[in-house]
């Protein structure tokens, strides 16, 4: 298996093609930034001299509330930066992308997605699963669901007994000043022995720290980014205040941030998201580092497609990915995914493909049923 994580090859991309698709959620998506009907996204293929293709996704939003990456401005990263550099010269091991791309400052998730696609094709290079080529070693995978903020509280309860019906082994609620504690409170009544977090996305200072203490009462596994996207110091602060575990999201973009977090005392989980910490090389160093000082670590969504999905999945088989993660079935949000088969989960587990690369074959029809536009790179354009 480490023969394999760090084994060597000449990888020659002939052409890169960029396709921007547009896909409808099945229900809207709330959080405490915003409401979400459709996903943009960013799906990237990398092509070799064999013909043989690899996959990334880009998980920026179509405006700028997660963090300041939007679809546009990926696309932007991507076209006039990322794709010239990599097809510059051969490609002998994904992560060797993380230095060629080191010039260009932040732009994660493109990054991120472009970075996936050569690990793809890598790992069908090696004749590997993506989970293998990484190193994880997990047949399965737990997982839970991320549930938007509701209409009202007696919907959000519907919701939830829906899903703890399939078997989910962890319920995420998303909450804001107004929709925290009496919710909370509501769930935990009705759900009493049900692994279950809150995520605020960020929505909370210090000044509401009464409140947040208010949250230890219901055996939280955690709550997740109470507060601000850049903040260390005032989440070391809120720590110690807190019976319930912090779990850092937005604040954690690299292994420096993660090392910061833990030194400082910032948190005690950490939710490594692919595209937001730069792509599969970081999320790996940030496993480990965790793994090395004792914290868990989980994976988890952004919305989405198939493609994304998949590389949640191989991530996920990683030893210090302890905690269930946001990958629910491509069902639960779409009405049709990009993927054949779609994600399935089974009582809370969803069983890791075997299939050389991701692991799952790219719907082709129905992703240009969703692209909205597309351009192709060709290497001799960029030499």
């Known amino acids: 298996m480490a023969a394999e994580r760090g084994r060597r090859m000449t990888i020659n991309i002939e052409y890169v093609i960029l396709r921007h ?3 409808k959620l099945k229900a809207p998506f709330t959080t405490s930034f915003g409401t979400f009907q459709t996903k943009e996204l960013i799906l990237v293929e990398v092509v070799d001299r064999d013909g043989v293709s690899g996959w990334g996704e880009s998980v920026a939003f179509a405006a700028p509330w997660y963090s300041e990456e939007t679809v546009k401005t990926n696309w932007h990263m991507l076209e006039d930066f990322l794709v010239p550099l990599a097809l510059a010269e051969p490609i002998h091991h994904p992560e060797e992308l993380a230095k060629r791309f080191s010039a260009i400052r932040q732009n994660n998730m493109a990054k991120a997605a472009l970075e996936g696609a050569v690990w793809d094709l890598y790992a069908k290079r090696l004749g590997v699963p993506l989970s293998q080529a990484l190193g994880g070693t997990k047949k399965d995978i737990e997982v839970g669901v991320s549930i938007g903020i ?8 519907q919701v939830i007994e829906r899903y703890v019906a399939q078997g989910y082994r962890r319920i995420k609620v998303k909450i804001k000043p107004g929709w925290d504690v009496d919710v909370l409170r509501n769930v935990r009544r009705a759900f009493p022995n049900v692994p279950l ?4 996305n960020s929505a909370y200072t210090l000044a509401d720290v009464d409140r947040l203490k208010a949250i230890d009462e219901f055996g939280l596994l955690m709550i997740e980014q109470p507060l601000a996207a850049d903040d260390l110091l005032d989440h070391a602060r809120l720590q110690p205040l807190l019976q319930t575990p912090i779990c850092l999201d937005e604040s954690i973009r690299s292994y420096d941030d993660a090392r910061k977090a833990l030194d400082l005392g910032s948190c005690r989980i950490i939710n490594i998201k692919i595209g937001r910490v730069g792509g599969l090389g970081e999320a790996k160093r940030i496993h480990d580092l965790c793994r090395e000082r004792g914290a868990p670590v989980w994976c988890g969504g952004m919305l989405e497609a198939g493609v994304g999905r998949a590389h949640n999945i191989a991530i996920t088989t990683l030893e210090n990915f302890t905690l269930p993660g946001d990958t629910a079935a491509s069902s639960h949000y779409w009405d049709r995914d990009i993927i054949t088969p779609e994600v399935e989960v089974q009582d809370g587990l969803i069983r890791v493909p075997d299939a050389p690369g991701i692991g799952y074959d790219v719907d082709r029809r ?9 351009k ?3 290497r001799t354009m960029t030499a």
């Open 21 to 23: 698709l547009q896909m």
């Open 150 to 157: 509701q209409p009202t509280v007696a919907d959000l309860l």
């Open 197 to 200: 977090m809150a995520d605020a």
């Open 366 to 374: 129905q992703v240009e049923r969703y692209t909205q536009f597309a």
């Open 376 to 378: 192709v790179f060709h």
